[in-house]
C-alpha cells in the first residue's frame, strides 16, 4: 500500500501545482476564457457503481488498465459490432435485446481524469459516491417513473419528447451519458451559453443578473452567473417541475445548485457542483468533473426526424386498446 500511495499522492500534488500555477488564456476585458468545443464523454458516472465499492474514489494507477479493458462499454465496443449486413431483420431479434448496438453509442473509453487522478463517480462527497436522497426525495423519483405511460405524449420522458436531453446533459449539474456528449461554450462579459449536444439544448446565463421571478420555472432552470477570482460561478434555482424528479438532482422550490468553471489547463475545464436542498437530500452533495477541448465540432440533433419509438409505442398502445377485453 505505501508503495502504490507515493506514486499516487505525488501525482496529485504535482498536478494540484500545475494547476495553481497555471495561466489560462484571457478574453479582451481579462476574464480566463472558456470559449471552445467540449467533451465529458467518459466511463466515469455520476455515481459510483457497486462495482468500484472497495476501490473509493481514486483507482489505482497500477489497476487502470485492467479497470479500463474489463469495462462493460470497452468490451460492448470490441465485441457488438461483429454483425455482418445481410437480410433485412424481421425485428425478432432487435441486436440481441437492444434497439441500438456499439455503432451508436460514444460514452467515452477512459474514465474521467480530475487533477490528475482516474475516478470512479463524479461525486466526490459523501464518499461513497452516492446521492443522499431523503426519503421524500426519494419518493419523488418512485412517482416520476410510476407516472410513466402510455395514455399520450405526456407521460412518456421529456428526452423520449425531445424536450430537453435524457440523464441530465444540460443539468445542472451536467451530466455526461451514452452518446452526444459535447458542448459548445460562447462568453462574453454579460453572458455565458452552453449549447448541448444532446437534443441542443442551451443555457443563456446572465453574468452579474438578477434571477427571474419566482413564477418563471424555465427548463434547465433559473441560472445567474458571478466572477469569483479567476472562477465563473452559477448558481440555479427553480428547476422546471417536470423536470425536477426526472435530473441528475430534483431540486424542489427551495434548494439551489452551484456550478464553478475554471480553466485548468489548455486542455480541460474543472467543472465543480454542490447541490443544497434540504427537502430532497438527507446532506448537501458535490462533485468535479473535467470537460476536456475537442477538435470535433457538433453535427446538428435531429430529435423529432426519425423518432418512430415515441410514435410507434404511442400507436402501439391504442392498438392494444381495441383489443377485446382491454378494458
Not at 475516478?119 to 452516492?130: D, L
Not at 419523488?140 to 412518456?156: S, T, V
Request: aromatic fraction near 10%; proline fraction near 6%.
Amino acid at each position: 500500500m505505501i508503495r502504490r500511495a507515493l506514486p499516487l499522492t505525488l501525482a496529485f500534488f504535482t498536478s494540484v501545482a500545475a494547476a495553481q500555477s497555471y495561466e489560462p488564456p484571457r478574453t479582451a476585458s481579462g476574464k480566463p476564457d472558456l470559449q471552445g468545443f467540449w467533451t465529458n464523454a467518459s466511463l466515469t458516472t455520476m455515481q459510483r457503481s457497486s462495482a468500484y465499492e472497495g476501490v473509493g474514489l481514486v483507482i489505482p494507477e497500477d489497476e487502470l488498465p485492467e479497470f479500463t479493458n474489463n469495462h462493460h462499454q470497452n468490451v460492448r465496443q470490441a465485441t457488438d459490432d461483429g454483425q455482418v449486413q445481410g437480410e433485412l431483420p424481421d425485428g425478432s431479434d432487435l441486436a440481441r435485446g437492444r434497439g441500438y448496438n456499439a455503432f451508436w453509442v460514444d460514452p467515452g473509453s477512459q474514465f474521467g481524469r480530475v487533477k490528475g487522478e482516474s475516478r470512479t463517480s463524479w461525486i466526490t462527497y459523501p464518499e461513497n459516491g452516492r446521492i443522499p436522497f431523503s426519503e421524500e426525495g426519494s419518493e419523488l423519483r418512485r412517482i416520476a417513473f410510476a407516472r410513466r405511460g402510455n395514455d399520450g405524449p405526456e407521460g412518456r420522458s421529456l428526452g423520449e419528447r425531445c424536450i430537453i436531453g435524457f440523464g441530465s446533459t444540460g443539468g445542472p449539474p451536467m451530466n455526461n451519458v451514452l452518446y452526444n456528449n459535447m458542448y459548445q461554450i460562447v462568453q462574453t462579459d454579460d453572458y455565458l451559453m452552453i449549447m448541448v449536444e444532446m437534443v441542443h439544448d442551451t443555457r443563456i446565463i446572465p453574468i452579474n443578473g438578477d434571477h427571474r421571478p419566482d413564477a418563471l420555472v424555465p427548463w434547465l432552470g433559473d441560472s445567474v452567473a458571478y466572477w469569483d477570482g479567476d472562477t465563473l460561478v452559477v448558481e440555479t434555482v427553480n428547476l422546471h417541475p417536470q423536470q425536477a424528479p426526472r435530473n441528475a438532482a430534483p431540486l424542489s422550490r427551495q434548494g439551489k445548485i452551484v456550478e464553478r468553471f475554471s480553466r485548468d489547463s489548455d486542455e480541460q475545464i474543472l467543472y465543480e457542483f454542490e447541490v443544497s436542498d434540504s427537502m430532497y437530500y438527507t446532506e448537501d452533495w458535490r462533485g468535479e468533473m473535467t470537460f476536456n477541448t475537442t477538435d470535433t465540432k457538433p453535427y446538428e440533433y435531429a430529435c423529432h426526424e426519425g423518432n418512430y419509438g415515441l410514435t410507434g409505442i404511442l400507436a402501439g398502445a391504442r392498438r392494444l386498446e381495441l383489443e377485446p377485453g382491454s378494458d
